[in-house]
């Protein structure tokens, strides 16, 4: 190697002054090549994706057909190169976002947290789907009773003082019991000061015993405010409900996180109920659920409205937090479908009601 290289350097001192400057020229746009391609930056692009069908999560046991009920899949790309970044920049179907190191979370975090809210959130929307079916259909129920097991942890992030870990459900704050998330919230508010810790009653793994873990509050500034944080993200959890008609859980996680949860209960409302929600139509949506049918705020709203566009739909239901900044997309994209905005689920059920029938495209 090493005398192949004095022989190249011997060649170049022998050449023309042109060949002397060409070389050079391909050196450096070599150099810029590998720099833009293999440089990264601290930045995230999200882009459009894809329409899942909700119901791979679940088969419930009926004849009813399914229809075209999606959840909208987007695509995010960490700490990308200068090249995917200069793209992305004059890409006005992509979003750039900072990353925050200390609140971002590895390829394996995010993968675990989208997992375990997902799982969340198709119990959620089984639970929703029963209870508004056996409304119309007594032969439809659903067992309610006792289903909230607590909160479970989905991450935890960089700056937090804790012995919690990723999966444990917790079922005490401070010896204090609680019903839903917002309760949990409220017990974890009532100690104020900075290095306070937080006892919590765990259950950690497939053990029934409960252990005792804690987490300190940590005082810190995000978006110019200060606030206490615990640096740990949670999610309700609830027992996979007793109905009839039976389902069975499939754990298909093609499509993870909690965002698409409105959809999944209206694909499994439709499966149960003995007429067609859809009207025929092409019908997506964003929006996570609760058990008791409350529709929450996503992210990459602009991405998920242009996937729609990229599919054309007919309706697009998207949670009231998002609507404006929904909206706003749908115009730049030159949006062609209908955009509702909906707070609960049965806003969805009301919307559908005065649609007209049409064949199915």
């Known amino acids: 190697m090493n005398t192949l290289f004095k022989h190249l350097i011997g060649k170049i001192k022998e050449a023309t002054l042109l060949k002397k400057i060409l070389f050079i ?9 590998m720099v833009i391609c293999f440089k990264k930056v601290n930045v995230e692009v999200v882009t459009p994706g894809v329409i899942n069908n909700p119901l791979s999560a679940v088969t419930i046991d009926t004849e009813e057909e399914n229809k075209y009920i999606g959840t909208i899949g987007i695509y995010t790309y960490k700490k990308i190169s200068l090249i ?17 190191e200390s609140t971002n979370l590895s390829s394996k975090e995010e993968l675990n947290q989208g997992i375990i809210t997902k799982d969340n959130s198709v119990i959620n929307a089984l639970i929703v789907a029963y209870r508004e079916a056996a409304k119309f259909d007594s032969n439809i129920t659903i067992n309610e009773d006792e289903l909230y097991k607590g909160v479970t942890v989905n991450a935890i992030y960089k ?9 444990d459900l917790i079922k005490t704050v401070n ?22 810790y937080i006892r919590f009653s765990v259950i950690r793994g497939n053990t029934e015993k409960e252990i ?13 405010e200060k606030g206490k944080y615990l640096g740990i993200s949670v999610d309700d959890s609830y027992l996979a409900p007793v109905t009839n008609p039976t389902y069975t859980i499939n754990n298909d996680h093609t499509s993870i996180g909690p ?25 997506v949506g964003t929006g996570t659920i609760d058990a008791y049918g409350n529709i929450g705020r996503i992210g990459g709203v602009e991405q998920k409205i242009v996937t729609a566009i990229n599919y054309k739909v007919d309706i697009f239901f998207v949670d009231a937090y998002d609507y404006e900044d929904a909206k706003k997309a749908y115009n730049k994209h030159s949006g062609n479908f209908e955009l509702v905005p909906v707070t609960v689920f049965s806003d969805i059920l009301d919307y559908l009601e005065k ?5 199915a495209k």
């Open 259 to 283: 965002s698409g949860g409105a959809m999944t209960a209206l694909a499994f409302y439709n499966k149960l109920v003995s007429f067609d929600v859809t009207r025929g139509k092409k019908i």
């Open 159 to 167: 700056y937090a003082k804790t012995d919690l870990i990723v999966g």
């Open 25 to 33: 020229i391909i050196i450096a746009i070599y150099v810029f090549m």
């Open 84 to 100: 995917q970044y200069w793209l992305s920049k004059n890409d006005d179907q992509m979003t750039l976002y900072d990353i925050n």
């Open 175 to 196: 010896g204090e019991t609680f019903k839903n998330l917002s309760e949990f919230n409220q017990l974890c508010s009532k100690n104020k000061n900075e290095h306070d």
């Open 212 to 224: 005792e873990c804690y987490a300190n509050i940590i005082e810190r500034t995000v978006n110019g």
């Open 355 to 359: 649609v007209q029938v049409t064949e």
